[in-house]
């Protein structure tokens, strides 16, 4: 990220990164209210992801070992994510699924699943040709999506085979007549029918659908990545279009609210201590009495099945950071709301009344480092107000490049350098103390002449055009 960055110019950044790497795991959190109580009573679920292997190109992915360190830190399960991670996919990605499955050219993928299923089809041609009709033998010990691949192949490959799940790990095989195969197929009791190997194969993309048409409120923190990570995994292919992207986020989830956004503006006006994570935020209020005058706030619960939460932190676990971004908007919305008003706030205020006082940083969702301070999901972005740029007109040093003049400053402060001209840089910088500094240190330096950049004056375009 770069503080140059327009929003358009960081979308396409990170559109390569999520399109080389998939999400591990995604955590969702819900409340019932109970309103007479002011009580908030939460299920957190949290799940395990891997890309789904049905009938398609088989998906590759990056590893990151930084990230892969800092999981097993927080003692990530990566077993559990490789065996039983649920599968996923997009329109797009279904569409092809749906192709091959009418055209009949399904074809496993995994060298691993083709093992298995070469080891059942050799179990059933053997004992095929010397079984009578109606006789029945079971194949055991198939694992996740093998149920329904082992039927798939058997049928494909033998017109005289029907086969039905038995259990959770079992495929029941039946020689049957080829009529009586074609009275099977066109019942309601087929398990291999499309639309039921779509739904398995479309797996958490279910529940996304189903997100996405109840038009609850969407809470994340600093969720830029996570939008972009949903709309790629399971909806559509992120398009190139920073715009479309945009649209098609507003359209899914019609109100979002990014709780990093709500925390600086609640840290601006002073209404608790600047701290930078999640979790700190979510101490620090629970921990300090920040309405004395005002009524308490909303009591959270965890709902008996999830109170693993309520009993051990679990950071940077999905499931727990859900939770942990519910929680801490309902606690600044309700004290903006105490703030907002000399009126005396209600006993029980109502979650609607959170949403009016939260209505200006709906769909604004925060944007690290870059020309804007948010991205506005149903709007004009709003433009970031940096301290002013700098230049660095460079004389007797011939050949600097861009890396070595911040190599050059990086002992003093942090900037972003991009190139101006031939013998000039431009510095930016989110802290006014630096650029004093700077302006200050390098007023008599030998090779660099640091100023103030005005666009009238530096700018190659202006220049150009003044000659």
Same mark, same amino acid.
């Given at each position: 990220?770069?503080?140059?960055?327009?929003?358009?110019?960081?979308?396409?950044?990170?559109?390569?990164?999520?399109q080389?790497?998939?999400?591990?795991?995604?955590?969702?959190?819900?409340?019932?209210?109970e309103?007479?109580?002011?009580?908030?009573?939460?299920?957190?679920?949290?799940?395990?992801?891997?890309?789904?292997?049905?009938?398609?190109?088989?998906?590759?992915?990056?590893?990151?070992?930084?990230?892969i360190?800092f999981?097993?830190?927080?003692?990530?399960?990566?077993?559990k994510? &490789?065996? =039983?991670?649920?599968? /996923?996919?997009?329109?797009?990605?279904?569409k092809? *699924? +749906? $192709?091959? !499955?009418?055209a009949?050219?399904?074809?496993?993928?995994?060298?691993?699943?083709?093992?298995?299923?070469?080891?059942?089809?050799?179990?059933?041609?053997s004992?095929?040709?010397?079984?009578k009709?109606?006789?029945?033998?079971? &194949?055991? =010990?198939?694992?996740? /999506?093998?149920?329904?691949?082992?039927?798939?192949? *058997? +049928? $494909?490959? !033998?017109?005289?085979?029907?086969?039905?799940?038995?259990?959770?790990?079992?495929?029941?095989?039946?020689?049957?007549?080829?009529?009586?195969?074609?009275?099977?197929?066109?019942?309601?009791?087929?398990?291999?029918q499309?639309? &039921?190997i779509?739904?398995?194969?479309?797996?958490?993309?279910?529940?996304?659908?189903? *997100?996405?048409?109840?038009?609850?409120?969407?809470?994340?923190?600093?969720?830029?990545?996570?939008?972009?990570?949903?709309?790629?995994?399971?909806?559509?292919?992120?398009?190139?279009?920073?715009?479309?992207?945009?649209?098609?986020?507003?359209?899914?989830?019609?109100?979002?609210?990014?709780?990093?956004?709500?925390?600086?503006?609640?840290?601006?006006?002073g209404?608790?201590?600047?701290?930078?994570?999640?979790?700190?935020v979510?101490a620090?209020?629970?921990?300090?009495?920040?309405?004395p005058?005002?009524?308490?706030?909303?009591?959270?619960?965890?709902?008996?099945?999830?109170?693993?939460?309520?009993?051990?932190?679990?950071?940077?676990?999905?499931?727990?950071?859900?939770?942990?971004?519910?929680?801490?908007?309902?606690?600044?919305?309700?004290?903006?709301?105490?703030?907002?008003t000399?009126d005396?706030?209600?006993?029980?205020?109502?979650?609607?009344?959170y949403?009016t006082?939260?209505?200006?940083?709906?769909?604004?969702?925060?944007?690290?480092?870059?020309?804007?301070?948010?991205?506005?999901?149903?709007?004009?972005?709003?433009?970031?107000?940096?301290?002013?740029?700098?230049?660095?007109?460079?004389r007797?040093?011939?050949?600097?490049?861009?890396?070595?003049?911040?190599?050059?400053?990086?002992?003093?402060?942090?900037?972003?350098?991009?190139?101006?001209?031939k013998?000039?840089?431009?510095l930016?910088?989110?802290?006014?103390?630096?650029v004093?500094?700077?302006?200050?240190?390098?007023?008599?330096?030998?090779?660099?002449?640091?100023?103030v950049?005005?666009?009238?004056?530096?700018?190659?375009?202006?220049?150009?055009?003044?000659?």
């Open positions: 990220p770069s503080l140059f960055d327009s929003p358009a110019e960081r979308y396409v950044k990170a559109r390569q990164s999520v080389r790497f998939t999400p591990v795991q995604l955590g969702k959190c819900s409340s019932d209210t309103v007479v109580l002011l009580r908030y009573v939460v299920h957190s679920y949290n799940f395990f992801l891997f890309p789904s292997t049905l009938g398609i190109r088989d998906t590759e992915f990056t590893l990151s070992a930084s990230s360190k999981l097993s830190h927080y003692g990530f399960d990566f077993n994510f &490789l065996k =039983d991670g649920i599968p /996923y996919m997009n329109e797009v990605q279904e092809i *699924l +749906r $192709q091959h !499955l009418l009949g050219t399904w074809k496993v993928c995994s060298s691993a699943d083709r093992d298995v299923l070469k080891k059942a089809i050799d179990e059933v041609t004992w095929i040709t010397a079984a009709e109606e006789e029945t033998m079971i &194949l055991q =010990d198939l694992n996740g /999506y093998h149920m329904l691949e082992v039927q798939l192949v *058997l +049928r $494909q490959a !033998l017109k005289n085979v029907w086969t039905e799940p038995v259990g959770d790990k079992k495929v029941m095989v039946k020689k049957v007549s080829p009529q009586r195969r074609q009275l099977l197929e066109n019942s309601s009791y087929d398990h291999c499309e639309k &039921l779509l739904l398995s194969a479309r797996g958490f993309t279910n529940l996304f659908l189903i *997100l996405v048409k109840a038009k609850k409120p969407l809470v994340g923190h600093n969720m830029l990545m996570d939008l972009m990570h949903l709309h790629d995994k399971f909806y559509r292919p992120l398009p190139e279009s920073y715009e479309e992207f945009k649209r098609n986020i507003h359209n899914l989830f019609p109100v979002i609210i990014d709780t990093k956004t709500v925390i600086k503006s609640v840290q601006k006006k209404l608790f201590p600047r701290v930078s994570s999640l979790l700190e979510y620090v209020l629970c921990s300090s009495n920040l309405n005058k005002g009524p308490p706030c909303p009591v959270i619960a965890l709902a008996s099945g999830c109170s693993r939460y309520a009993e051990k932190k679990s950071p940077h676990e999905a499931g727990y950071d859900a939770f942990l971004c519910g929680s801490v908007l309902l606690m600044s919305a309700h004290l903006l709301l105490c703030r907002s000399d005396a706030v209600e006993a029980e205020p109502s979650f609607s009344q949403l006082v939260l209505a200006e940083h709906v769909d604004k969702v925060n944007f690290i480092r870059g020309g804007v301070s948010s991205i506005n999901f149903s709007g004009e972005d709003a433009p970031c107000r940096h301290p002013p740029a700098l230049v660095v007109h460079v007797g040093w011939p050949g600097l490049t861009e890396r070595q003049i911040y190599q050059e400053f990086k002992a003093r402060c942090r900037f972003d350098v991009r190139r101006l001209s013998n000039q840089f431009i930016l910088s989110n802290k006014y103390k630096q004093k500094l700077v302006l200050r240190d390098y007023r008599h330096h030998p090779h660099l002449q640091v100023s950049y005005r666009h009238w004056r530096h700018s190659p375009s202006v220049n150009c055009l003044l000659q």
